[in-house]
């Protein structure tokens, strides 16, 4: 018995924990096979009786978390293995590119990242709150890119316009899905 709380314990652990000083991690310990699928956490206990839970979805390239619940104290910061020095830009927070994270500050509830092997010498920074130079190939050998600025995602207006898209998709899921248990417990 022991044994298999010890076991939930680790796997809850690797999908979201907390620091001592109130940042929340989120998918440090998500095999790299599973990046782009949905992962649904919920209820999960955090720090002063708060409760928070997460949705990841989209795509191997453009990964999008959606937070749920209480607003944790700290940061969050969202960090897949598969991010690690892969990081072109994000639609929010700041870019850690080559520690494989993106931080968000307490509050804020939706990101996309978008993922390229070869934007080696991306400007991930936040360009005043706009995308600016994000996913642009500054300083990559040979004019090296994952094209994310030629396709519009990394450019400025790019992200503005694909997130919310994305994340509406993410919330109908959602609501879908909730609303299947919804009627499963009531058949019941």
Not at 71 to 96: D, K, M, T, W, Y
Not at 115 to 127: N, P, Q, R, S
Not at 131 to 136: I, M, T
Not at 152 to 175: N, Q, T, V, Y
């Amino acid at each position: 018995m022991w044994g298999q709380s010890f076991a939930f314990r680790a796997l809850v652990d690797s999908l979201i924990a907390e620091k001592a000083d109130g940042t929340v991690l989120i998918g440090r310990g998500v095999p790299v096979e599973w990046t782009g699928q949905p992962i649904e956490v919920a209820n999960v206990p955090v720090a002063r009786g708060k409760r928070m839970g997460f949705v990841i979805g989209g795509t191997t390239t453009d990964v999008t978390l959606a937070l749920t619940g209480d607003v944790p104290l700290g940061n969050v910061e969202f960090e897949l293995p598969a991010f690690q020095g892969r990081i072109c830009s994000a639609s929010a927070g700041e870019v850690h590119r080559d520690e494989g994270y993106v931080e968000l500050p307490a509050g804020m509830t939706d990101v996309m990242v978008h993922l390229g092997d070869e934007c080696v010498g991306t400007d991930a920074g936040v360009d005043g709150g706009n995308l600016g130079a994000r996913g642009s190939n500054i300083g990559a050998p040979d004019g090296a890119s994952c094209g994310c600025r030629a396709a519009g995602i990394g450019g400025e207006g790019g992200f503005k316009s694909i997130a919310p898209m994305a994340l509406a998709l993410l919330a109908a899921r959602r609501r879908r899905r909730q609303r299947s248990v919804r009627e499963i417990v009531n058949s019941v």
